[in-house]
């Protein structure tokens, strides 16, 4: 039980600074058009890289 507690405060962790990361980024494009295509493109990789880890 110990380990499934463990395991859910490393992804809790984990994806509240995924959370972080995408929100400065997508924060710092100038236009919201560009905020968009940022947010879309983290997104397309994310997804791509949590394929290939599944895989």
Request: glycine share 8%; proline share 2%.
């Amino acid at each position: 039980m110990a380990n499934q507690q463990y395991l859910f405060w490393v992804m809790a962790g984990a994806l509240t600074l995924l959370i972080t990361f995408v929100s400065v980024m997508v924060g710092k494009s100038q236009t919201p058009r560009k905020g968009v295509l940022t947010f879309i493109g983290l997104f397309v990789v994310l997804a791509l890289l949590t394929l290939y880890v599944i895989y």
